[in-house]
């Protein structure tokens, strides 16, 4: 498995409002840049590091997983029908499972900052979070997130996550807030932006947001994503059609499942770098997922 294809992408405007964090900061901790990709049958763990994909291990599986999501040392599965949960530490690509659990079924969404996961049911709005750190599952956390329509992405920084949903056919809103301590604060902050979104994507300080751009490629707007802040700071249009998306604590990987067609960037403070592209990932990966 290996390699993928990015050009450049095209604007999607923002407007931000910036309120400062009002959470404590996560504890310091080795930047995590492992990297899950689950299907039927098969696991993948490995690393994305300055842009660079390393494949750690394959390993069959009988458990289907509908979402995964990875803290600064964690990893945790989720099946959205049973509510089946693992965790296990998954640190420099390498995975030992810790624990199982039995959640509420049928959250649609799963991120995780440094130290805290989310997890997100779009029929009401109902939200989990808990620490997702040394392999465990902290304490849950239960409240409804009302952020006027269901949300359809979401994403977390180190310490911020963002969530979106189309407001209109050529309008997206997104909805962002603190995530530490095993709890998300209220909304500290909203941005629109002018063209559809279908993917996003945060690394540890920075967000991605990626959309079609009515041609058959996609564009996308990126900028800083932390202390419960948006703040944008690039444009670029020209990109290759994804539809799936992941980030590790510095790095970017977009995905095309048919084809496993892939391509990878940094995206540090910011600041976005393509790294390369191919097509040496098999296709077929459902779930993909990185540490921070």
């Not at 080795?30 to 689950?38: D, E, P």
């Not at 696991?43 to 009988?62: A, E, R, Y």
């Not at 932006?193 to 994507?201: A, E, H, I, T």
């Amino acid at each position: 498995m290996h390699r993928l294809k990015v050009g450049a992408f095209a604007a999607l405007a923002f407007a931000a409002a910036v309120l400062t964090m009002v959470q404590p900061a996560t504890a310091a901790a080795a930047k995590n840049y492992s990297i899950f990709l689950g299907m039927p049958g098969t696991m993948v763990f490995g690393t994305l590091d300055n842009g660079v994909f390393q494949q750690k291990s394959s390993v069959p599986t009988s458990k289907a997983w509908d979402l995964a999501a990875v803290s600064r040392t964690t990893l945790l599965l989720y099946n959205k029908t049973t509510g089946a949960t693992q965790t296990g530490m998954f640190t420099n690509g390498v995975y030992t499972k810790k624990h199982t659990y039995t959640l509420t079924t049928g959250f649609d969404l799963a991120t995780a900052s440094c130290d805290t996961v989310m997890l997100y049911r779009r029929t009401d709005g109902k939200t989990v979070t808990a620490t997702l750190t040394g392999g465990a599952l902290g304490k849950r956390h239960s409240t409804i997130l009302d952020s006027g329509l269901p949300l359809q992405n979401l994403t977390a920084s180190c310490d911020t996550y963002i969530g979106a949903y189309q407001k209109a056919d050529d309008l997206t809103q997104l909805y962002a807030g603190t995530l530490t301590g095993g709890h998300q604060s209220p909304i500290d902050s909203l941005a629109e932006g002018n063209q559809r979104l279908s993917l996003l994507v945060a690394t540890a300080s920075s967000f991605l947001c990626y959309g079609p751009d009515g041609s058959g490629g996609g564009s996308a707007s990126y900028g800083t994503l932390k202390k419960g802040s948006i703040t944008v700071t690039g444009h670029l249009g020209g990109f290759s059609a994804w539809d799936k998306i992941a980030g590790t604590a510095d790095s970017v990987l977009f995905y095309r499942s048919a084809s496993g067609l892939e391509a990878r960037v940094t995206l540090k403070q910011g600041v976005y770098a393509n790294k390369g592209s191919g097509a040496d990932f098999s296709a077929g990966w459902q779930v993909i997922a990185g540490g921070k």
